[in-house]
């Protein structure tokens, strides 16, 4: 137990005002009993010349009352073991014992706990030791009722301690469950923090896949209407044609990108389908970009069975592989074969045990490393992190001798090939 007060709280304030102003009630109701029982003694008093002997005695036990509701205060304010304990020894004196005692003994045990009970012992037998000199009945033994006394109020004062550390306990009890409400409260908090970054993050991250495919094949059109000065009327159009079809596809995939993202069925709208792929490729070779695409035997029925998120993460695979593959190849035939990973048996849902679509492409490195524009080399990593929640996995192979300044017979002697190769599970795993 510790010596801190028990709250500074505005409740614990009005507790502790509402608990002495009773205690200072029924100290004044008792002073105006005891008045009764003073009167009926009789003699002068020896100690005072003038006043009788009841005057003297009575004047007595109103002082103490005084001094122990006194005392109480800076008592239920904060620790004070002494004043309490002097508390408990002034309140047994009269023989009428004062509230302020027993409250006093309360606040013991609240602060000290049980280890306080043999000083509160003591200090009622001192004080009950000291009753004589103001008992108004004279006529009974002094041994006798002082024997009565004590065995009337040590149990008294004995429960009291006790109540005080039922109440610390439960005061403890209920800052625990604070305590833990508030970390629960802070960590949920964190927690909800936490999963907005993520989502934004995931936003993020959907747009780049979504976009960067469609607007640098917007971006290359672009660049030939401003650079080919060769171009008839037909082939103007042409382009113009394919960049406004970019431009609205654009627009219809960041539409989608929020359905998407919902795991509620309520992206179903925007599942990917072969054909989407089918005009991904087209799009690139009107581009062009030569594509030789090599489909595995039962790729599309793998890819038509595989769940939404499995099949859209696809999409993003082959159009971030294709840019990829464009932006920084040396040109040529981009190779890109598509495989199945099968089971060795069927699966749970007595499918044909399809565990993963494999998306492979290889393409020539030039013989000097591009420089990657600003905000770009974002892709594959973006790529990367999308595959890993799904599950699967994104392989990159670094031709030898990738240097900032490459060995220039290396260069001439044998072609070099960045091969990536992209792993969807058939059926994506659950956030």
């Not at 039962?298 to 499995?310: G, P, T």
């Not at 990593?381 to 900032?404: D, M, N, Y």
């Not at 044998?414 to 992209?422: D, L, Y």
């Amino acid at each position: 137990m510790s010596d801190a007060p028990v709250s500074s709280s505005a409740h614990a304030r009005k507790v502790q005002i509402l608990v002495w102003s009773g205690t200072a009630s029924i100290t004044v109701v008792q002073t105006l009993l005891a008045l009764i029982a003073y009167l009926k003694l009789e003699g002068g008093s020896t100690v005072v010349p003038g006043l009788d002997r009841w005057q003297v005695m009575y004047a007595g036990h109103v002082l103490i009352s005084l001094t122990c509701l006194l005392l109480l205060i800076p008592v239920l304010r904060g620790p004070r073991p002494s004043l309490s304990i002097l508390i408990v020894v002034l309140g047994f004196i009269p023989t009428w014992s004062q509230v302020a005692a027993y409250v006093a003994a309360t606040v013991i045990g609240m602060r000290k706990g049980a280890k306080a009970i043999p000083a509160v012992v003591a200090a009622v037998v001192i004080g009950v030791a000291m009753s004589p000199l103001l008992n108004p009945i004279p006529e009974e033994p002094t041994l006798s009722s002082v024997a009565t006394y004590a065995m009337f109020t040590l149990p008294i004062c004995i429960v009291c301690v006790m109540l005080g550390v039922n109440l610390q306990a439960r005061e403890e009890l209920l800052r625990s469950v604070s305590r833990e409400a508030r970390l629960i409260r802070t960590t949920q908090e964190a927690r909800i923090a936490q999963s907005r970054a993520e989502e934004r993050s995931r936003i993020s991250r959907e747009m780049h896949d979504s976009l960067a495919h469609r607007l640098s094949l917007v971006s290359l059109h672009a660049g030939a209407l401003q650079t080919r000065t060769d171009l008839d009327i037909g082939s103007v159009r042409k382009i113009a044609g394919s960049i406004h079809t970019l431009t609205a596809d654009a627009g219809r995939e960041l539409r989608q990108i929020l359905a998407v993202l919902h795991d509620d069925g309520s992206g179903d709208g925007a599942r990917a389908t072969w054909s989407d792929v089918e005009e991904v490729l087209a799009h690139e070779r009107e581009a062009g970009q030569e594509v030789d695409l090599h489909l595995a035997g039962s790729w599309v029925e793998a890819f038509e069975a595989a769940d939404a998120r499995s099949r859209h993460a696809v999409l993003r695979a082959v159009e971030e592989l294709l840019t990829n593959a464009r932006r920084h190849g040396a040109g040529g035939a981009v190779r890109l074969d598509c495989e199945v990973e099968a089971a060795d048996g069927p699966d749970d849902d007595g499918g044909d045990g399809v565990v993963a679509l494999v998306v492979r492409c290889v393409n020539d490195c030039p013989p000097t490393p591009r420089p990657t524009a600003p905000g770009g080399g974002l892709g594959l990593e973006g790529l990367r992190e999308r595959l890993r929640l799904l599950g699967g996995e994104l392989h990159v192979s670094q031709p030898a001798g990738q240097t900032a300044t490459p060995d220039r017979s290396d260069r001439t002697e044998r072609p070099r090939r960045f091969v990536v190769m992209a792993a969807v599970p058939a059926r994506g795993r659950a956030d």
